[in-house]
């Protein structure tokens, strides 16, 4: 069926109008020259023939400057993920719905038929057509010097990619033999899934239409050892660092690196208008000042940011809003929606063999949590405003259930004890420290990248609780990449990080970061690996629970049905609840959003969240604006 109905879509403020339907358009101030210079066509020859039309409550002016800071070269992806311009994208209510396509039909989802926009162009003019779809599935995923591994992963089912036809010049159609439940929201995911690529600027680097010669001569030219290099250096959308490449979001990058500040300017093919006729993005450019990652607060309570939450913290939030009075911008708090603000991961996949098989001890794992003073650490850490409990599900989420989220949570040092001595571990040294059968204490390192004091502030409180149960702990941080290596390797014990990521999911999003998919789930990463690597690295996973999880996840792909999708979720977080594989501590914590007192229509209440959201993705920047100096009032609070 349509994935999403007209009347919906006019509901949603979101929409397609042919040319007779649109209002007046307006053109561009900043584009006026180039209009009439002639090296610019005029706005009614730039946007789609079939244009997105937007309607929201406050519909803004055009131009301005908006500030952000970044902490290095490579967060210029961040403007991909903040653009948010995806071919499906999420809503607020986290439904799917079109955005650079005008509809998709999907069949049971085996069958997805994407229409494009007619008269839809990249950011350098040439028509963004179902030629850019097919390029990319047979001459850049379908190349092996390109694309090694082949398909990605996600367009995979049992095994198979998809059947690719191009049906017309505006229209492309994927099917599957099974469903494929996970294709539509990899379209929409913050680090997008691009099944598409800027055939026109690209096919010069590829070797199956480039003329040899001047290919030979652009390796040599860049340094690099052979043309799929050369194209790979130049191709990647997502990471967003060649300002030659055509591109679809709704600012286009202009400065090279390396630099200190990156420029991006207002794509002017960009394929949406509001009601009034006038082109987004509203704001005409978009600098990203790179500096420390640790003085970005300083920074941003001086006034040098325009709309900042990247690298602020909540620990933040009193000095921010001190400086807001001083420095014209206001300071918000919104939600955000990991499974957990931090949690604690014990590795199953551990070498040491006596860690090992304490860790895969159910009644261990229920005893540590059950040590943990959940209420202490909200209200020492997070002033009492967050909510306690596992890495589980948030209230937003439909599939939220409390149980869930107050499985093993309670303060119980009593009943800790009993369970510690239940596995064993009864004899303890003079300390009260408990012994492990070896003789040695009952010591535990927990690793962390060391990126913020607000792990260590947390560990503090934890390890005043676990001494009462008799456990000794130890914080060692390090840095991200040796962190990251250590927990794969299996010399790290267990680490402490953030819960799940999506908190908020709904029962078509695929349940990955709760069963073994990853090597980047700190919890089983060889078992994760061993999936991730279709089974080619890593280790199977030899414990029944773990192995039901991922028994229950290949299930899930193997309907479309929402209802039967539901109770795999609900099978999959009840074993979670029960089996504390992970240490939830609070979730929900507040962000500070910083945004300056002249910049409209950004949510006062928002979630701030990765995936679903892309962060300020989903609350759409192509509509902010900026008020004239004197309604700067009318925005503070």
Do not use: C
Not at 288 to 297: Q, R, V, Y
Not at 309 to 335: C, G, H, I, Q, S
Not at 339 to 349: E, V
């Amino acid at each position: 069926m349509r994935l999403i109905l007209a009347a919906f879509l006019a509901l949603l403020g979101i929409g397609s109008a042919e040319a007779a339907d649109l209002p007046t358009l307006i053109e561009t101030p900043s584009l006026q020259a180039s209009v009439a210079s002639g090296t610019l066509p005029p706005v009614a020859k730039r946007i789609p023939e079939e244009v997105d039309v937007a309607t929201f409550d406050q519909p803004g002016q055009p131009g301005g400057e908006l500030r952000l800071l970044m902490a290095g070269a490579r967060d210029t992806r961040m403007m991909v993920v903040y653009g948010y311009a995806r071919l499906v994208g999420f809503n607020t209510n986290y439904e799917l719905i079109p955005d650079i396509l005008k509809a998709v039909d999907n069949q049971d989802g085996k069958v997805f038929t994407f229409h494009l926009r007619r008269g839809h162009k990249w950011s350098s003019g040439e028509p963004f057509t179902t030629e850019d779809f097919r390029y990319w599935f047979e001459d850049v995923a379908s190349n092996r010097q390109l694309s090694p591994s082949g398909l990605p992963e996600v367009l995979m089912v049992n095994g198979k990619g998809p059947k690719f036809e191009v049906i017309d010049a505006e229209t492309v159609r994927y099917s599957w033999e099974q469903p494929n439940p996970r294709f539509l929201a990899a379209l929409a995911g913050p680090d997008s899934l691009f099944i598409y690529s800027p055939s026109h600027y690209l096919k010069p680097f590829n070797a199956k239409y480039a003329d040899k010669q001047k290919l030979d001569d652009l390796v040599k030219q860049m340094g690099v050892r052979n043309w799929s290099a050369l194209y790979t250096r130049l191709e990647n959308q997502y990471r967003n660092d060649n300002p030659d490449l055509p591109t679809l979001q709704p600012w286009m990058l202009t400065t090279r690196p390396p630099s200190e500040r990156f420029i991006f300017k207002r794509n002017p093919y960009y394929h949406r208008i509001d009601t009034a006729g006038r082109q987004l993005p509203y704001i005409d450019m978009v600098s990203l000042s790179i500096a420390d990652s640790k003085i970005i607060p300083a920074k941003t309570g001086a006034g040098e940011s325009d709309l900042q939450a990247r690298y602020l913290r909540f620990d933040n939030y009193t000095f921010l809003k001190e400086a807001a009075r001083r420095n014209d911008f206001a300071v918000r708090l919104w939600r955000t929606a990991p499974g957990s603000q931090l949690a604690l991961y014990p590795n199953l996949n551990v070498n040491d063999p006596q860690w090992k098989k304490l860790f895969r001890d159910t009644r261990f794992r229920r005893a540590l949590s059950l040590a943990v003073n959940r209420h202490e650490i909200n209200q020492v850490i997070y002033y009492g405003l967050a909510v306690e409990g596992q890495n589980t599900l948030l209230p937003g989420s439909p599939l939220y259930k409390p149980e869930y989220r107050q499985a093993w949570a309670q303060f119980d040092l009593k009943q800790a004890n009993a369970l510690l001595d239940e596995v064993g571990l009864t004899k303890r040294d003079s300390e009260g420290i408990r012994l492990l059968p070896d003789g040695q204490p009952l010591q535990i390192i927990i690793e962390n990248a060391g990126e913020s004091t607000e792990q260590s502030d947390v560990l503090e409180l934890i390890r005043d609780t676990w001494r009462e149960a008799g456990i000794k702990l130890f914080a060692k941080p390090s840095q991200l990449d040796v962190f990251r290596r250590r927990i794969f390797s299996g010399e790290t014990m267990m680490g402490i990080d953030k819960g799940y990521e999506n908190g908020l999911p709904i029962a078509d999003m695929p349940p990955s970061e709760f069963a073994p998919t990853s090597q980047q789930q700190l919890h089983w990463p060889k078992w994760g690996q061993w999936y991730e690597t279709k089974e080619r690295a890593g280790e199977p996973p030899d414990l029944p629970a773990a192995k039901e999880l991922r028994s229950l996840y290949l299930d899930w792909f193997k309907t479309d049905d929402s209802t039967q999708q539901a109770e795999i979720w609900h099978k999959m977080l009840k074993i979670q609840a029960d089996e504390v594989f992970s240490i939830g501590l609070v979730a929900g914590v507040l962000q500070p959003v910083v945004v300056n007192n002249r910049l409209r229509n950004v949510p006062v209440e928002g979630i701030y969240n990765w995936d679903p959201g892309a962060f300020f993705g989903i609350y759409h920047p192509d509509r902010f604006w900026f008020a004239p100096a004197e309604q700067k009032s009318a925005q503070a609070g």
